[in-house]
């Protein structure tokens, strides 16, 4: 089916390497981050989420730090799968709002 | 997490046309949102639905363009009216719950307008 990720950065890795997808937030007072995977063809998959009070959260083969100094987010894919191929999106939250603001986005194709 | 789905999946209409999108949930949630995701590009908000008062809608949309209905705490529409080939995209509805942040997602519409 149609690809969402023609026009955004892609990270291309070999099956069983580890994987780091970057995210640059906007907001410097936003509380709370998500991680969000879409397949072709999908919507958006909750993976993974981050209070701002923390720096580090883990989860089955996933791992989000935060940089608050930065305004930078990252999820580290361990041992990555074909199955892990999929566009990843971070989202943010401010204070006060209940709606997410979503970053550009990262293509990850992962090769047998 | 809820099961979200939508209706139709996919609609290719005319120009000058409108079209209703349905979402559906299986259990009652409080908020209820949807997405815009144009060809390639991330995911921006059109409007939070709120069950028993009007949309409320981001900037840069309109209510006379993107009317909104919630009649009840699972179910939701989004017409796209009027419609134009810049209209062309997948619309996404999710869910969330009051105090948690989170947002679940339905499958996506995918429109083209010709």
């Known amino acids: 089916g149609e690809s969402v990720g023609l026009h955004l950065p892609t990270l291309s890795v070999q099956e069983g390497d580890n994987s780091i997808i970057n995210c640059a937030y906007s907001?410097?007072?936003?509380?709370?981050f998500i991680w969000y995977k879409q397949e072709s063809g999908k919507g958006p998959q909750f993976i993974i989420d981050i209070r701002s009070n923390m720096d580090k959260r883990q989860g089955q083969r996933v791992t989000v730090l935060l940089n608050k100094t930065v305004k930078h987010l990252s999820l580290q894919i361990a041992a990555t799968q074909p199955g892990d191929s999929a566009v990843y999106f971070c989202a943010e939250i401010s204070p006060g709002y209940s709606t997410l603001t979503f970053g550009k986005g990262t293509m990850l194709l992962v090769s047998p | 997490s809820a099961v979200i789905s939508q209706k139709p999946s996919r609609d290719i209409c005319q120009r000058g046309t409108s079209l209703t999108i349905q979402c559906q949930v299986d259990?009652?949630?409080?908020?209820m949102f949807w997405y815009r995701q144009q060809p390639g590009q991330s995911l921006t908000l059109i409007a939070t639905?709120?069950?028993?008062?009007?949309?409320?809608?981001e900037s840069g949309f309109v209510i006379d363009k993107f009317p909104i209905s919630r009649p009840n705490l699972t179910f939701s529409t989004l017409t796209v009216s009027n419609m134009s080939p810049e209209d062309s995209s997948i619309y996404l509805c999710?869910?969330?719950?009051?105090?948690?942040?989170?947002?679940?997602f339905g499958p996506g519409t995918r429109l083209t307008v010709t």
């Open positions: 907001n410097s007072a936003s509380d709370y």
């Open positions: 259990s009652q949630v409080t908020m």
């Open positions: 639905a709120n069950q028993g008062s009007e949309a409320t809608y």
């Open positions: 999710s869910v969330g719950s009051r105090g948690a942040y989170e947002q679940y």
